[in-house]
T-cell receptor
């Protein structure tokens, strides 16, 4: 069955460092991969989308890579800030009507 | 500011009660979705709708039904609530049928069934 794995353990880093979160998938060939941010008690908010034919996408301090051979996406936050503390979800789609499949998310804690 | 609004943030119901969760979006989106989110399991799709009066089962539709009588409104119904339906319920909407479109989520409805 299709499976998406994100590190279930929280990632703790110091302010100013680069945070790197991992999303691995199996039994799936997604055409699109998305990353969302979720704060406690709130709904997820879209951050970035990357297509299967793109290797890397950037937006301000965020960078996403997508390696369809390794079946992995990496999500980087450079110059991290305490305000970046949240749970980050990856989601995959193979096509129509946005039937996204979500990972369980990784909680990031950025310490001053 | 575009929005997906879920009418109830917190609900407490008793086993066997009928529960309605309402969701309204003001973006004229065709697609609407209901997910539930449980610790360690991520978001799981319950039902989705790509047009008025249309609905499709997601991955975990058992024990749920939905209604979409108007484009902007998508309701999730628990006919007879059970304790294993205690969860965070998230409504989302999107435009078009491309897999590249993103979801806009509501703030969530936390349901506790006693």
């Amino acid at each position: 069955s299709q499976k998406i794995e994100q590190n279930s353990e929280a990632l703790n880093i110091q302010e100013g460092k680069t945070a790197t979160l991992t999303c691995n998938y199996t039994n799936y060939s997604p055409a699109y991969l998305q990353w969302y941010r979720q704060d406690p008690g709130r709904g997820p908010v879209f951050l970035l989308l990357i297509r299967e034919n793109e290797k890397e996408k950037r937006k301000e301090r965020l960078k996403v890579t997508f390696d369809t051979t390794l079946k992995q996406s990496l999500f980087h936050i450079t110059a991290s800030q305490p305000a970046d503390s949240a749970t980050y979800l990856c989601a995959l789609s193979s096509g129509g009507y946005n039937k996204l499949i979500f990972g369980a998310g990784t909680r990031l804690a950025v310490h001053p | 500011d575009v929005k997906v609004t879920q009418s109830s943030r917190y609900l407490v119901k008793r086993t066997g009660e009928k529960v309605f969760l309402e969701c309204v979006q003001d973006m004229d989106h065709e697609n609407m979705f209901w997910y539930r989110q449980d610790p360690g399991l991520g978001l799981r799709l319950i039902y989705f709708s790509y047009d008025v009066k249309m609905k499709e089962k997601g991955d975990i539709p058992e024990g749920y039904s939905v209604s979409r009588e108007k484009k902007e409104r998508f309701s999730l119904i628990l006919e007879s609530a059970s304790t294993n339906q205690t969860s965070m319920y998230l409504c989302a909407s999107s435009f078009g049928e491309s897999g590249a479109n993103v979801l806009t989520f509501g703030a969530g409805s936390r349901l506790t069934v006693l």
